[in-house]
């Protein structure tokens, strides 16, 4: 039994290595720290993402898969001078249509303070701070993704009075494909309440890359021959 034993703690120790970031849907603001809306052009500060309103966005899983561990999220509550985020109910979604994509994980979260990341502001109120963007942070369980197309759906809670609201990837007005379910509808297309233009919702996704056909060949050869020469020492 300690030969595989062996081999199979390597595999486990490489794939659940310390989380990096496999996946950002893009930035949530720019080198000064702001989220601007274009007053007079656009008029969506955010989108909400409540008890009532959920939000998806669609990614790509690469090479051999990856090894979900972590979900980052980002919104503000207007008014909040702090961190008022208590939750999010998420779910990932294999799939390349939301309506017919498959659930492979799901569930209800605590999370945790990432950092203000910035403030959503408009080009009249640039030094407006009632907005504070924050990277908000939920450890689930470990989800292990095949390469291919899938969606991540995601509703916040807050003790905050308002929202929680997430605003647009920054530079994605005209080209994204953000989605939301308003009291369980359905999923419809966002876009701009004035413009009318599609947008991106931000979030990102951390964990470890599952090592290649190749790699795993070499672990499992490492393993056993730790294993020889740990029962002839015995």
Known sequence: MKKPLIALGLAAALVSAQAVELFSNGPVVDGTGLSILNSGVDSTLGAGSNASATLA?????????????????????????????????WSLLAGSDVTTAATVASGT?????????????????????????????ADIPDVVLPAGSYFVTWALAGSGASGPFVPP???????GNGLQNNAGAGFVPLSDGLSLSPYDVPFAIQGGVVPEPGTWALMLAGGLAVAGVARRRA
């Open 57 to 89: 966005d669609n990614f790509a899983v690469t090479g051999a898969g990856w090894n979900v561990q972590s979900l980052d999220f980002f919104g503000y509550q207007t008014g909040s001078t702090g961190f008022t985020f208590t939750g999010v109910t």
């Open 169 to 175: 990837v920054l530079g994605s007005l005209g080209t």
């Open 109 to 137: 979260t605590a999370v945790t303070n990432g950092g203000l990341v910035g403030y959503r502001v408009t080009t009249t109120t640039l030094t407006s701070t009632t907005r504070p963007l924050f990277r908000i942070s």
